[in-house]
């Protein structure tokens, strides 16, 4: 799924401006001095939280897209010289800008490929 950065800047804009109304709610309910009213104007005010962390999710994924990528590559293909490979991944759950996510890609890729070939392999 892509997002645009501007439905993403759009997305958080409006969630900025519900936690205002929310704030403006809240001080309404609570001059009312009607428990419901204020109830309801709390409950009302943790929703623009939840949208505004479901938002940059949307641009923060975690890094182990990538690593299910490369774990899939070295997986599916065997090593030319026989030898067997240990791939280890860690910090999976890192969450970085989706631009940087995107630029690792492609070059991680292509390195596990380089290493796969025994390329990386020192001469003896």
Do not use: C, Y
Request: net charge positive.
């Amino acid at each position: 799924m892509r997002a645009s950065a501007e439905r993403h800047d759009d997305m958080m804009e409006r969630a900025r401006e519900l936690v205002i109304v929310g704030a403006r709610l809240a001080e309404l309910a609570a001059r009312s001095d009607d428990p419901q009213r204020v109830a309801v104007a709390e409950e009302i005010q943790r929703i623009p939280t939840g949208l505004r962390e479901t938002t940059m999710s949307i641009l923060m994924p975690p890094i182990g897209s990538i690593s299910e990528r490369i774990r899939r590559l070295v997986n599916n293909r065997t090593p030319k010289r026989g030898k067997p490979i240990e791939l280890r991944i860690e910090g999976q759950d890192s969450e970085f800008g989706k631009a940087v996510v995107e630029m690792l890609a492609d070059p991680l890729t292509r390195f596990t490929q380089w290493l796969k070939s025994g390329a990386g392999e020192r001469s003896r």
